[in-house]
């Protein structure tokens, strides 16, 4: 099992579950790295939905739409996690 995990890590394919960077900022609290990682989720989705819509997947309406609510979601996301900084 250690060789498969091994070849994935080579191949730089992590884990969804996995932070994709360390988060070290000077006023580190678990609500910033719990938004840190919220954006970088939101980065790899808006990837995903540019891809999607460049191959003609989805149309452009589409897109836009899930986009909007991914937005959304993170500004919610923003609100709860940092507001009392």
Not at 2 to 23: D, M, N, R, T, V
Not at 30 to 36: G, Q, S, T, Y
Not at 55 to 71: C, H, M, T, V, Y
Request: no cysteine.
């Amino acid at each position: 099992m250690e060789e498969f995990k091994g070849a994935f890590q080579s191949e730089g394919i992590q884990s969804p579950l996995e932070g994709h960077s360390g988060y070290r900022g000077a006023n580190w609290s678990p609500e910033r790295l719990a938004f840190h990682q919220n954006l970088e989720t939101f980065a790899d989705r808006i990837g995903l939905i540019v891809g999607l819509q460049a191959n003609g997947k989805i149309g452009q309406d589409q897109a836009f739409e899930d986009i909007r609510k991914l937005w959304s979601q993170l500004k919610a996301s923003s609100k709860e996690l940092l507001r009392d900084t």
